[in-house]
């Protein structure tokens, strides 16, 4: 198969850990006999130094004629504490989701045997955990309307119409469908009209799944069972904001920020990106982790249909968890660089 | 001194750890020579069935009119999984909250070395955490205009005014003089208008408290911190949402919810209650604990200038850590009632 590819590789460690999933996937092309064409394009931070806007128009075009998108990271400190700045890096982001249409963020978040010892949380707490965080990514108070007013007050609405509730919900039933059969739905219904349209609309669909047991949880008792009984979620659905929390969170039970994945999807180009920031104080010194990246890589392969190829490189990095071939942080006596973790995983495609 | 307090037991366990609290201040009142005037009135769903409403006026009247208020926990799944629903127990609590200005919701986060083993975390991740959280409470998209629109879609509006920023970032600012000196401002100020605004606001107020050292958090990357390193929080700053999602996450540092308690404070009444929920399923067991409460009757004689009864209180909860006087999730082997730990730390004062 021939597929072509816009990576956009963005701030801080971001183009180094794209360089190792292309590397990743060079390997699986050669492999399996597939053509993957690669077309490198700017965002972030660096393209608002370059050309004045975090995602000039020749990106977004590119990412419209492409058949994926591999991100790497965006974002920069010197954005974050200027609460004037007009232009920022996150920006040329949300404005990437909404244009293609990425309604839903899919974020799996597994407790690797080899690295129990790296959580905060004590092993036999989250030993077994497997879970997928289903998260609203094109609307909520991200994208709604937001300003100030004559007297300085400062507002962001939060919206949210049945039609996207119920589009996300459809594919977070079928995913429960064929892993655990569970739902969660994660809201504050007690307290947003928001929360309740998406209990009414999640709760409609419900009878169509009948193989799915559904629950309902508030966000404030979410951040604390995630963490006091991870193993007890099958599929989480949530708004985009309750997600971009929890899916943060939910990091700590993998050991490292540096090995989770996502997905976003819609209906028609995905976007492939970890989960983690730019990371810029790590830039260029060859210690970021390019697990996340490398395994959003295998979540695009899932999505062009070839599980396969996807596996090889889901068993090429558990071969390096299990011969510790991996980044400082998960490696501090004898550690690997970026590099190295990539062509090590690589090699074993 | 004479106080008059009034006391909202509320729903679910509710009722038995205010019962414990009051007799535990009863105690203080006696042993320091204080007259405190008890005064019950309804709120919550009880409230509901009662008369119509989760905050009937009556109690609305006898809060105003009191030197403080003890609140238990209100919540009745009947209402949870009941979007329609038109009336339901937490409007009652908001209204109050507003009602009274309580602005500042005031939560400390302890990881006591007696109970470091209940942690889902690892001991030596916890071990010596001492937090404060203040959230703010009533502005944000609690309070925000909320509904539905003609084509059904839902909304809830959350705003900031600066003067609603500036008050309790000036009680943050000065909590954190009488602490560690350290105040972390959490936000999403890379995606909301209204977290610029608190940069803003607080950023401009920094200056006026030199010795505390500030720093800025996005709300992810804090639900990630909390777990990864709770020790490196003195007093964390955020708004309504973002607070009771990470008060609630950082529970999990305590080894039980029912250890945490709250102050909610304003320019005039201020109330106490326990973080946690009503908790229906284990109402009239005798196995809630009354920690939570007790301590938060602790905050209230502190609210009150009576420091040396605060302590007293404290201490013999600290005794009751001590000698394992605990409810069966903090002592599986030995558990006692709702009612000998209340009369245990009453007898110890
Ligand atoms: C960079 C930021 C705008 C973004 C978000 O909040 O969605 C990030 O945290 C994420 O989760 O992808
Ligand atoms: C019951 C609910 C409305 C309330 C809140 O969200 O404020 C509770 O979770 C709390 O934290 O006190």
Redesign the interface.
Known sequence: MSKRIVVLPGDGIGPEVCGEAVRVLKAVAERFGHHFHFDYHLMGAGAIDATGSPLPEATLAACHRADAVLLGAI?DPK???N?AAKV?P?QGL?QLRKSLGLYANIRPVTAYEQLLEFS???PD?IAGTDLLIFRELTGG??F?E???TA????????????DEIARIAHRAFRAAQGRRRQLTLVD???????S??W??VV?AIAPEYPDVAMD?L????A??QL???PRQFDVILTEN??G??????A??IAGS?GLLPSASVGDGVALFEPIH?SYPQAKGKGIANPIATILSAAMMLDHFGMPEEAQAVRDAVDNALNERVLTPELNASVPYTTEQVGSFVAYGV
Chains 1, 2 share one sequence.
């Open positions: 974002g954005y974050d504490n609460p920022r996150e949300l905060p949380l004590r707490r108070v991200y709604g937001k300003g100030r007297d300085g007050t400062a507002y962001d609405n939060c919206t949210y119409h049945p504050k219904a007690n307290v947003l009209e928001t309740r349209l209990r009414e709760q309902y508030f966000v404030d008792n951040a604390m963490i006091l009984n904001m309750f971009d929390i929890l899916s943060d969170e990091s700590v920020l920031g």
